[in-house]
């Protein structure tokens, strides 16, 4: 074979397999003659080889940015949900209707919020969908036992609150335990409120955890597995679409502690007796409450933009 066809044909191989097996294969080719099936093969294993390179690179930005927006539309979607919680039929709301500035920061949260989902959505599926196709194609199922236990676990909590709520009038929620304002007399007493709301949370950390580590199980066994190459549905287009999906999430938590920050601050002046209030989260203030979604929101800005960072970085890395 000549040594122009070689080198081009080398050329095809991605850049790390012929930093370790280039001379060799070099050496190797000039010996065979330049037929159609040589030709074929040869293109063959360079493709081959490109694709596990795809997946390999895929698998790296899954593992970082994805888990880093996750976890962002996560902690925004909790921190966006204790403020809502704290702020219904409380003074804070009937602030709200008298001021339409204390109403645009409200707007703002709700926009974080929605934009919380949309990455959640975005992002978290597709891969999911591509996990879940993974295992059926490859007749996995230790794969798809660990993507069900994760579905099932995180639908636990929500039909505990389902059952509670069509036997008590009562949601089991750590906003609606007690605290300044009149209990219904159709709830349960105080006693039972407070042992139905710690099994919710209860429920609620064992679902994150556990789905946390089916997961985390399910996306090792397939990193292990021969045919990760072969994984469908993660395919370019995902890891195109990697920075606007890492963007959105930024945008959210940052949305969503601009208006919790300003609104906070207004409704304080508004409603100067609303932050001492026990309307928050297991009965605590209105403040402490807030703080607490302020750092969640802190936190979940951080990991975004982490995931930003990882995503744009891990596609501006060349391959050739």
């Known amino acids: 074979m000549k040594s122009h066809v070689v080198k081009l044909l080398i050329r095809i191989y991605p850049a790390s397999w012929r930093a370790r097996y280039g001379g060799e294969f070099r050496s190797l080719l000039e010996k065979q003659p330049a037929t ?4 074929i093969n040869i293109i063959g294993c360079a493709l081959y080889e490109r694709v596990c390179l795809l997946g390999d690179n895929l698998l790296k930005v899954v593992k970082s940015s994805i888990t880093l927006i996750l976890f962002a539309g996560v902690a925004t979607l909790t921190a966006c949900a204790n403020l809502y919680f704290m702020v219904d039929d409380s003074p804070i709301a009937a602030a709200m209707q008298a001021h339409s500035s204390l109403t645009a920061c409200w707007l703002a949260m709700v926009a974080g919020s929605i934009l ?3 990455g959640l959505v975005v992002s978290g599926v597709p891969v999911f969908w591509a996990m879940v196709r993974f295992a059926w194609i490859g007749r996995r199922m230790d794969i798809g036992l660990r993507l069900a236990f994760a579905v099932g676990a995180l639908t636990a909590p929500l039909l505990w609150i389902f059952v509670v709520v069509a036997r008590t009038h009562w ?3 750590p906003w609606a335990v007690t605290g300044d304002w009149l209990v219904p007399a159709n709830w349960p007493t105080l006693e039972v409120r ?3 709301c710690w099994v919710t949370l209860a ?4 679902a994150f955890v556990s789905s946390a580590m089916s997961l985390r199980q399910a996306r090792t ?3 292990s597995s021969p045919q990760t190459h072969a994984l469908p549905a993660l395919k370019w287009p995902l890891l195109h679409r990697m920075p ?11 949305c969503a502690l601009a208006g919790a920050a300003v609104g906070g601050v207004l409704a304080d002046s508004y409603s100067p007796g609303a932050s001492q209030a026990r309307i928050g989260f297991l009965a605590s203030t209105a403040s402490i409450s807030w703080l607490a979604s302020i750092s969640l929101l802190v936190g979940a800005a951080a990991a975004a933009l982490r995931g930003f960072q990882c995503a744009d970085s891990s596609l501006t890395q060349p391959t050739q």
């Not at 159609?36 to 030709?39: C, S, T």
């Not at 429920?203 to 064992?206: S, T, V």
């Not at 890492?246 to 959210?252: E, S």
């Open 171 to 173: 949601a089991p929620l």
């Open 244 to 254: 606007t999906f890492a963007l959105a999430a930024c945008m959210a938590p940052v």
């Open 194 to 196: 407070w042992q139905l």
């Open 116 to 118: 919380a989902i949309a």
């Open 36 to 39: 159609l099936g040589v030709l």
């Open 221 to 223: 066994l397939i990193r």
């Open 203 to 206: 429920l609620l950390a064992g």
